[in-house]
Protein backbone atom coordinates (compact mmCIF):
# COMPACT_ATOMS: atom_id res chain seq x y z
CA UNK A 1 0.00 0.00 0.00
CA UNK A 2 3.08 2.18 0.08
CA UNK A 3 3.42 3.00 3.76
CA UNK A 4 6.59 1.99 5.07
CA UNK A 5 6.04 -0.66 7.45
CA UNK A 6 9.04 -1.68 10.14
CA UNK A 7 8.74 -5.02 11.34
CA UNK A 8 10.62 -6.20 14.69
CA UNK A 9 12.32 -9.23 14.77
CA UNK A 10 15.36 -10.91 17.19
CA UNK A 11 17.97 -11.95 15.33
CA UNK A 12 16.74 -15.54 16.16
CA UNK A 13 14.20 -15.54 13.72
CA UNK A 14 15.17 -12.80 11.00
CA UNK A 15 15.57 -16.00 8.58
CA UNK A 16 12.27 -16.98 9.24
CA UNK A 17 11.30 -13.27 8.72
CA UNK A 18 12.86 -13.39 5.52
CA UNK A 19 11.65 -16.43 4.25
CA UNK A 20 8.06 -15.13 4.98
CA UNK A 21 8.40 -12.04 3.26
CA UNK A 22 9.63 -13.53 0.14
CA UNK A 23 6.94 -16.19 -0.09
CA UNK A 24 4.26 -13.03 0.48
CA UNK A 25 6.22 -11.32 -2.53
CA UNK A 26 7.28 -8.35 -0.14
CA UNK A 27 10.69 -8.30 -1.08
CA UNK A 28 10.99 -4.35 -0.08
CA UNK A 29 10.28 -5.51 3.19
CA UNK A 30 13.39 -4.82 5.65
CA UNK A 31 13.04 -6.19 9.15
CA UNK A 32 14.18 -4.28 11.99
CA UNK A 33 16.38 -7.03 13.85
CA UNK A 34 17.25 -6.58 17.72
CA UNK A 35 18.67 -9.45 20.03
CA UNK A 36 17.05 -12.06 21.40
CA UNK A 37 15.57 -12.96 23.80
CA UNK A 38 12.30 -11.33 24.68
CA UNK A 39 10.67 -13.14 26.70
CA UNK A 40 12.77 -13.11 30.14
CA UNK A 41 13.99 -9.88 29.90
CA UNK A 42 13.76 -7.30 32.84
CA UNK A 43 12.24 -3.68 31.99
CA UNK A 44 15.78 -2.15 31.62
CA UNK A 45 16.41 -4.86 29.26
CA UNK A 46 13.51 -4.62 27.49
CA UNK A 47 14.23 -0.89 26.83
CA UNK A 48 17.70 -1.45 25.75
CA UNK A 49 16.03 -3.87 23.15
CA UNK A 50 13.46 -0.53 22.69
CA UNK A 51 16.53 1.46 21.77
CA UNK A 52 18.19 -0.61 19.60
CA UNK A 53 15.10 -0.71 17.48
CA UNK A 54 14.48 3.24 17.18
CA UNK A 55 17.35 4.20 14.26
CA UNK A 56 16.37 0.87 12.29
CA UNK A 57 12.58 2.16 12.77
CA UNK A 58 13.22 5.60 11.85
CA UNK A 59 15.23 4.52 8.68
CA UNK A 60 12.86 2.12 7.45
CA UNK A 61 9.78 4.81 7.90
CA UNK A 62 12.32 7.73 5.82
CA UNK A 63 13.20 5.12 3.41
CA UNK A 64 17.05 4.25 3.93
CA UNK A 65 16.15 1.03 5.59
CA UNK A 66 18.77 -1.56 6.28
CA UNK A 67 19.68 -4.43 8.56
CA UNK A 68 21.25 -2.96 11.99
Same mark, same amino acid.
Given at each position: ?????????????????? $????????????? $? $??????STLT??????????? $???????????????
Amino acid at each position: MGRPTAVIVTAEFLHEAE $VQRDALGMRDLVP $V $VIDHPLSTLTDAEIEARAEQA $VRQCVAVWCGQGSHR
